[in-house]
């Protein structure tokens, strides 16, 4: 029987709750049961960034990302045929969990403190740090302070590395797309001079095009990548922290980045200490 929590249970009786306000309770959970099936979890990701989480032509997902989440749903009793993916854009994603729309995200999702005031974070499962991505053939760009002669840099709307940019590079010319793969491909048409992200994501475009793409500079964050769900699920994240510990322990979360990973010349990290606060 699959794991329920107050999240997955809950996702449907919001759905349900204008109706409850007009013609009462009692037809919520008419609604819920017409809308939720309790053997599918549904998980949001991302569906564009090779090597963490990439929707394929075929239609099946692939991707360190995906293989965590596979991971945790299992733990939680459901077998992969039982998950129902959904894209998670970075600007959408507090209001995918909130809407329950979404039972959980996995999607290079960095824990903030402004992102915790409205949900709840298990994990870290993966540690990394902003970079950026440019045309091989540039030599201009070597770091972030090297942007700021002129130079047309690329984010994701409400994504971490872009108000990272605006908070410490405001003379940076931001340019902001939905979507990395938008950002990679202005890149390759000359609309922009760099992409920035996570490494990680980064190397994972690169891996993709490498007489065409690099990754340069040094890191200059930490993003700390962990699991987002309902705000107040206490139940729900400690079955996914543990479901983290256990995938570390087993050998799988290293098997994992290195198969999704190892190709973009990236040495595997230690696995992170999940924060139990």
């Known amino acids: 029987m699959p794991f329920t929590s107050t999240s997955l249970l809950g996702r449907c009786l919001r759905r349900g709750a204008a109706v409850a306000l007009a013609v009462g309770l009692a037809l919520t959970a008419t609604a819920c049961g017409a809308d939720r099936d309790e053997n599918t979890v549904v998980i949001g990701t991302k569906f564009d960034q090779p090597g963490l989480a990439m929707k394929n032509e075929d239609g099946s997902m692939s ?46 999702y960095s824990i903030t403190d402004s992102r915790k005031e409205r949900i709840d974070f298990a994990g870290p499962y993966l540690i990394t740090g902003q970079s950026l991505l440019v045309r091989a053939d540039d030599t201009d760009i070597t770091g972030p302070a090297s942007l700021e002669n002129n130079k047309l840099l690329c984010s994701v709307t409400g994504s971490t590395p872009a108000q990272r940019i605006k908070d410490e590079y405001p003379g940076v010319q931001l340019q902001e797309y939905d979507t990395y793969s938008a950002c990679v491909e202005a890149l390759r048409n000359n609309a922009v001079d760099a992409v920035t992200t996570d490494e990680v994501i980064l190397a994972g475009y690169a891996a993709q095009s490498p007489d065409d793409l690099r990754v340069v500079g040094q890191p200059f964050s930490e993003e700390r990548y962990g699991i987002g769900l309902a705000k107040g699920d206490t139940e729900l994240k400690e079955k996914i922290n543990a479901a983290i510990e256990k995938m570390q322990q087993d050998g799988e979360w290293q098997r994992a980045f290195e198969v999704n990973l ?5 040495d595997t990290p230690t696995p992170p200490t999940v924060d139990r606060n």
Request: avoid cysteine; aromatic fraction near 10%.
């Open 63 to 108: 991707g360190f990302d995906v293989a965590v989440a596979e991971y945790v749903a299992q733990e939680l009793g459901y077998a992969p045929e039982d998950i129902e993916w959904k894209e998670a854009p970075s600007n959408q994603r507090e209001t995918l969990i909130q809407n329950g729309q979404v039972d959980f995200i996995v999607g290079t």
């Open 262 to 266: 190892g190709d973009a010349g990236i």
